[in-house]
């Protein structure tokens, strides 16, 4: 029976241990990936309908969001001058970390509806979670009733610059001739002003936001 | 935030005086500045200018512009400040500044304020030099563009008699072919191919820049790899790599004589300004040190040193002279319109709508200037260099559709050598850092979506 009973012990032993180790394994791969700042600090609150919206404000909701992280698909961010979710991998939407995407930070920036068919303006909290309707091509086709495509040409501050893979919104220009973009850029970058020069740059087309009060 | 509350301790020592004021920034460096943004407690100031470096009398400039974001810690309302602000402005480069009222202007769509130039300041033959201090009535805080005021102060430039030089429409799809190319590989990830930075969210990024040496010597900086990749002079395709330390996101490179590297990133770490990295030619890194400005993504290296183009100043600034550390108090102090270049002159650059102006400038005022007027709108100047008594221009001419560069090379008359380059750009790379010129030889940093490649363009036949 001892000789039996062994190999059952062992057998059960070894399972207990792999199953431990795969858990142990999942943990810290969640740990590591899941930053729980959305969790944590974002509401689902409704925004706040605005007839009032100027370009200069939008500036000021974008500087809200300078230095923070970035977050593929996401648009939450609070205004500590840090990345509360480094390193999240580039892969995954679904890592609940600090910041918008290109897409969504210009859609919160823009103070946009998440219903395409409203041109009105909204003002979200930075800590509301909210991407919007918008992809990076979305909006370089001017999808959805406020934004218009626009010659590159004419853009001025908080126009923007879209691809089929990123927008950036011009804060403005240098004497050199190209832009100062506010922009969330990447996980490795977050969100901040860089020098840009995607206004010459046959992949991006010229976007602007309709309705401005001034 | 920080800006503010470095500029609040700035405008105590500038009312003190410029001597002041450079002891303060001695004290406190940009990178422990910039810690100062977590504080929390005071409105951030953050000042777009764009300075009027190169006039003519048919500009009419009458106004200094600024447009001025304002946002108190927490809400995001769209005047959440109480401004006023006042510029000071001095004909030519010395004397007493004259204290001018910044006003807001209501039919602006930005924050836009403006100060109006006194008819003699504007009209100068000299131009002028100034700087404005904005001020949040409800906290206090206050900014200073540039930085250090007085002592470094922004330089408008009047040009008396530039050759005009119209370059009509440009006819895309007319690129010349390079005379050589010299380096090329495959993005990849084998021990001879360049990196494309990871994320599904970005336009391709990679071989964020390059540099040529005096023996043309081509080394790319393959940042996603974290790593250079040096080709030798007529070896174009299989360089060797040297790994760096580097963050492997955007950054700027230039070679040194001794064959080391300085690597410019583009990307802070928090509450830091951006970093140089010195590396020895073998990449062991030798030095690392901070701008002085919050933003800067442009190097050079020339006859005085290593330069960076540094903003919010706009404004050119030291940052290494024989190979050493410049101080983030020298790099405000000596903070300039122009880039320094050889014989002790200063390059400016500027591009306003489809015009460009440059101007050499010594210190008895414009030695040669230009204006280039062009039917196609034109982005930015890649690149502006002397070359013996001439001046290599490399221009961005672009519609919706198309995009392509102007190589120009000016001369005392007029242009003497113009041509066009593909934009070949599929890869975004440092925004100025598609062009270097090596003696006479124009080299380009190019891309397509199977490789990575350098071009040269002999400007001068043999």
């Not at chain 1, 001892?2 to 199953?19: C, D, K, N, Q, W």
């Not at chain 1, 995607?198 to 087309?205: C, E, L, Q, V």
Request: charged share 20%; net charge negative; hydrophobic share 40%.
């Amino acid at each position: 029976m001892t000789t039996g009973r062994h190999p059952l012990r062992l057998s059960r032993m070894l399972t207990l241990i792999v199953a431990v180790a795969a858990v142990l394994i999942i943990v810290q791969s969640a740990r590591a990936f899941h930053t729980q700042f959305v969790a944590l600090n974002c509401n689902t609150n409704n925004p706040q309908p605005t007839t009032f919206f100027t370009r200069h404000g939008s500036s000021a909701v974008a500087l809200h969001a300078r230095y923070e992280g970035y977050q593929w698909a996401g648009g939450c961010w609070n205004d500590n001058n840090i990345d509360d979710s480094p390193g999240d991998p580039t892969e995954n939407s679904n890592t609940g970390g600090e910041g918008g995407d290109c897409s969504g930070f210009t859609f919160k920036v823009w103070r946009e509806s998440t219903t395409e068919n409203d041109s009105g303006a909204y003002q979200w909290n930075m800590l509301r979670n909210v991407h919007g309707p918008y992809t990076a091509d979305r909006f370089r086709h001017g999808d959805g009733a406020p934004n218009v495509t626009y010659a590159k040409s004419g853009l001025i501050a908080m126009d923007a610059l879209a691809s089929w893979h990123h927008i950036g919104l011009i804060y403005s220009r240098n004497a050199d001739g190209s832009d100062q973009i506010i922009e969330a850029k990447g996980e490795a970058y977050g969100t901040n002003i860089w020098t840009r020069t995607y206004r010459g740059d046959i992949n991006y087309s010229g976007v602007r936001r309709l309705g401005w009060s001034g | 935030m920080t800006r503010a509350v470095v500029a609040t301790a700035l405008g105590v020592a500038l009312a003190a005086g410029g001597l002041w004021s450079l002891l303060a920034l001695g004290a406190a460096p940009g990178a422990q500045a910039l810690s100062a943004r977590t504080a929390g407690a005071q409105p951030i100031i953050d000042i777009a200018h764009l300075p009027p470096l190169l006039t003519t009398a048919d500009d009419h400039l009458s106004v200094l512009r600024y447009d001025i974001a304002c946002t108190g810690p927490g809400t995001e309302s769209d005047s959440s400040c109480d401004l006023d602000g006042t510029a000071y402005v001095r004909v030519g480069t010395s004397g007493i500044f004259r204290a001018l009222p910044l006003h807001l202007d209501a039919t602006a769509n930005v924050g836009r304020y403006t100060a109006t130039l006194p008819t003699d300041v504007a009209t100068s033959a000299t131009g002028f030099t100034y700087y404005a201090v904005v001020r949040d009535r409800k906290s206090g805080a206050t900014t200073t563009l540039p930085a250090v005021g007085a002592t470094a102060p922004q330089r408008s430039i009047r040009l008396a008699s530039p050759t005009s030089i119209d370059l009509g429409a440009h006819q895309f799809g007319n690129a010349l072919p390079a005379s050589a190319r010299v380096a090329t590989a495959r993005w990849g990830d084998g021990s001879t191919d360049v990196g494309i930075e990871e994320g599904p969210q970005e336009e391709p990024i990679g071989a964020s820049s390059f540099d040529v040496d005096s023996s043309g010597n081509v080394t790319v900086l393959d940042e996603a790899h974290k790593r250079l990749l040096r080709f030798a002079s007529g070896v174009a395709s299989t360089p060797t790599a040297i790994a760096v330390g580097v963050r492997g996101t955007i950054a700027d490179l230039a070679v040194r004589s001794d064959g080391g590297t300085y690597v410019l990133e583009s990307v802070a770490e928090p509450g830091q300004t951006p970093l140089l990295r010195s590396f020895d030619r073998v990449g062991r890194q030798v030095g690392a040190w901070h701008t002085a400005e919050a933003l800067a993504g442009t190097l050079r290296l020339g006859p005085t040193g290593l330069q960076a183009l540094e903003y919010p100043a706009s404004q050119w600034m030291p940052l290494a002279t024989g190979g050493g550390e410049v101080s983030a108090a020298t790099q405000f102090a000596q903070g300039r319109a122009g880039r320094a270049v050889a014989g002790s002159r200063e390059l400016v650059a500027q591009r306003e709508g489809n015009e460009v102006r440059i101007a050499l400038v010594d210190s008895t005022g414009v030695v040669k200037s230009w204006r280039i007027r062009s039917s196609t709108p034109l982005a930015e100047i890649q690149l502006a260099e002397p070359l013996g008594t001439r001046v290599v221009v490399v221009l961005r001419a672009y519609t919706d559709a198309n995009a392509a560069f102007d190589v120009l090379v000016l001369g005392d008359l007029g242009l003497v050598k113009h041509f066009a380059v593909a934009a070949a750009d599929w890869a975004e790379t440092a925004p100025l850092s598609r062009f270097r010129l090596v003696g006479s030889s124009l080299y380009r940093l190019g891309s397509t979506p199977t490789d990575m490649f350098v071009d040269r363009f002999d400007l001068e036949e043999h």
